[in-house]
């Protein structure tokens, strides 16, 4: 199904509410004048609110993307959608996209 392409000013939270900020972005190509989030990569975690065992389920530090665009490719690598699946890796639920980043481009 098709679905905006992430770039780097993308909205994406754990499931606690703590911003996510993607480590792999394209050097060479930008959408609405960010650069284009890429797959794999993971996406730094900073200030989960959620407490360490034994007290919560852990903080989120970190996560990874598990699906991206199969068509649709930057410098060899697919690109994130807003509907690609992902998982924190401290607690194992997804990283939440709230916002693409941007509304003109689409991808499968």
Known sequence: MPGYLLNKAASVMCSHGATA????????????????????????????????????PGMDTSGTFSSGSTRVKIEGKPVLLADSQSTA????????????????????
């Open 21 to 56: 900020m993607p480590t792999a972005v394209s050097t060479r190509v930008k959408i609405d004048g960010q650069p284009a989030v890429l797959q794999p990569g993971s996406w730094t975690v900073s200030g989960c609110p959620s407490q360490p065992p034994p007290n919560g």
């Open 89 to 108: 890796a401290a607690t194992g639920t997804p990283l939440t996209i709230s916002n693409a980043g941007q509304t003109k481009v689409k991808g499968v």
